[in-house]
């Protein structure tokens, strides 16, 4: 079983910067990617950013050069630094783990984190 804290959302006017936190806990995983997904109203869940252990990181094209993903391998924690943030990035914003569990690979999400962008 995965558990999330998530962190860093709220209400943030266009163009300033945010940073998303999330921790990932539990037993009898390992971890294989993480990254951000989020959901605006009306809309489906998409991908922001992920990255599979020690490989490059993906990004929506929609946020390539302003958002940057990290990642503390050790304590299962990933990081979304967002600048220049837009008014269309506000959304639902849900921590992502890919876990390799008893033989298979499965996905989980966090609670999620509400970002607005709004002045």
């Known amino acids: 079983q995965v558990q999330f804290e998530e962190s860093g959302g709220g209400l943030v006017q266009p163009g300033q910067s945010l940073k998303l936190s999330c921790t990932a806990s539990g037993s009898g995983f390992g971890v294989e990617a993480m990254g951000w997904y989020r959901q605006a109203p009306g809309e489906h869940r998409q991908l922001v950013a992920s990255?599979?252990?020690?490989?490059?990181?993906d990004y929506v094209d929609a946020v390539k050069g302003r958002f940057t993903l990290s990642r503390d391998y050790a304590s299962n924690m990933v990081f979304l630094q967002m600048d220049n943030v837009k008014p269309e990035d506000t959304a639902v914003y849900y921590c992502?783990?890919?876990?390799?569990?008893?033989?298979?690979?499965?996905?989980?999400w966090g609670p999620g984190t509400q970002v607005t962008v709004s002045s």
């Open positions: 992502y783990l890919n876990a390799f569990v008893r033989g298979r690979y499965l996905d989980y």
């Open positions: 990255q599979r252990n020690l490989r490059p990181i």
